[in-house]
């Protein structure tokens, strides 16, 4: 009769390892949504109660087949309107099923919106044109820097979608310099600040810039990027940014300044701990 001897070491390190398995599963794969009220005296009674989700950071991650367990919660939310603010695939990605999959999931039963991260400027001429094809085809309308009036009864609101060149992300390669991006360049892609009577909504990748979309003359500015930190340490946040910087000033939530609001996505895709995926209900009050 074989004898069997209980090895502590060994069952506390199989136990240790299915632990952070299951922890890493979690913290990756669950998805959270919250909440952000965005009131405004530019914000009519047709636009009062006007829902929208926005979505960031997808890295072209499923959440079930097909991304359907991402696509029925929004469908629970019942938004007006749902704006995608870039970095939904990666630069390294061949098959941009899992992004499309969700594309096609919303596309077909709410207006959706669509502008590139700095990821996206990593593709190839010929992927970005089969990406924008394949979305277009979907009924996601691509914003390239453009603006598009959202009219609700006798009202509107504006949305843009702005993107800028990989340049004023990182500079000969490193992320440490930068050239800045100013008010002058704003203009120069998407025009002058709208009318000042009318609500305007930016879709902007990176945060970072939020004095610029400020100063411009953006009412509500929604970003992503900073993939919420990356590792979040409660009081004192965000741990990590895309810009090699620690604790990033923008990494969640709301933000003010001015005259102008920003929500910053924790995004869906990418590594992270204490900081699940995330989609953003923003709910316009007058």
């Given at each position: 009769?074989?004898?069997?001897k209980?090895?502590?070491?060994?069952s506390?390190?199989?136990?240790?390892?299915?632990?952070?398995?299951?922890l890493?599963?979690?913290?990756?794969?669950?998805?959270?949504s919250?909440?952000q009220?965005?009131?405004?005296e530019?914000?009519t009674p047709?636009?009062?109660?006007f829902?929208?989700?926005?979505?960031?950071?997808?890295?072209?991650r499923s959440f079930?087949?097909?991304?359907?367990?991402?696509?029925?919660?929004?469908k629970?939310?019942?938004p007006d309107?749902?704006?995608?603010?870039g970095?939904?695939v990666?630069r390294?990605d061949?098959?941009f099923?899992?992004f499309?999959n969700?594309a096609?999931g919303?596309?077909?039963?709410?207006?959706t919106y669509?502008?590139?991260?700095?990821?996206?400027?990593?593709?190839?001429?010929?992927q970005?044109s089969?990406?924008?094809s394949?979305?277009?085809g979907?009924?996601v309308?691509?914003?390239?820097?453009?603006?598009v009036?959202?009219?609700?009864?006798?009202?509107?609101?504006?949305?843009?979608?702005m993107?800028?060149?990989?340049?004023?992300?990182?500079?000969?390669?490193?992320y440490?310099?930068h050239?800045?991006?100013?008010?002058?360049?704003m203009?120069r892609?998407?025009?002058?600040a709208?009318?000042?009577r009318?609500?305007?909504?930016?879709?902007?990748?990176?945060p970072?810039?939020?004095?610029?979309?400020?100063?411009w003359g953006?009412d509500?500015?929604?970003?992503g990027h900073?993939?919420?930190?990356?590792?979040?340490?409660?009081?004192?946040?965000?741990?990590?940014?895309?810009?090699?910087k620690f604790f990033?000033e923008?990494?969640q939530?709301?933000y003010?300044?001015?005259n102008?609001?920003m929500?910053?996505?924790r995004?869906?895709?990418?590594?992270?701990?204490?900081n699940r995926?995330?989609?953003?209900?923003?709910?316009?009050?007058r």
């Amino acid at each position: 009769m074989t004898e069997y001897k209980w090895d502590f070491k060994r069952s506390a390190f199989v136990g240790g390892t299915l632990s952070m398995a299951a922890l890493f599963m979690i913290e990756n794969y669950s998805l959270e949504s919250e909440k952000q009220v965005i009131s405004s005296e530019k914000i009519t009674p047709d636009f009062d109660g006007f829902r929208i989700v926005h979505l960031s950071d997808l890295h072209c991650r499923s959440f079930g087949h097909k991304n359907r367990r991402l696509i029925r919660k929004i469908k629970k939310i019942k938004p007006d309107l749902v704006v995608m603010t870039g970095d939904m695939v990666s630069r390294q990605d061949r098959n941009f099923e899992p992004f499309l999959n969700l594309a096609r999931g919303i596309a077909r039963e709410f207006p959706t919106y669509y502008t590139i991260g700095n990821h996206e400027l990593d593709l190839t001429d010929r992927q970005l044109s089969i990406l924008f094809s394949e979305l277009r085809g979907a009924g996601v309308q691509v914003l390239n820097n453009d603006r598009v009036i959202i009219t609700r009864g006798r009202s509107a609101i504006d949305l843009y979608g702005m993107w800028y060149a990989l340049n004023f992300y990182k500079k000969n390669g490193s992320y440490r310099r930068h050239d800045p991006f100013t008010v002058g360049d704003m203009r120069r892609l998407i025009g002058d600040a709208p009318s000042r009577r009318r609500f305007s909504i930016v879709m902007a990748h990176n945060p970072l810039d939020f004095a610029v979309y400020s100063e411009w003359g953006a009412d509500l500015v929604l970003s992503g990027h900073v993939h919420g930190g990356g590792v979040r340490l409660g009081k004192l946040g965000g741990v990590f940014s895309p810009g090699r910087k620690f604790f990033p000033e923008y990494y969640q939530g709301r933000y003010s300044l001015g005259n102008t609001d920003m929500v910053v996505s924790r995004g869906l895709g990418g590594l992270r701990l204490f900081n699940r995926p995330q989609i953003v209900e923003i709910e316009l009050r007058r």
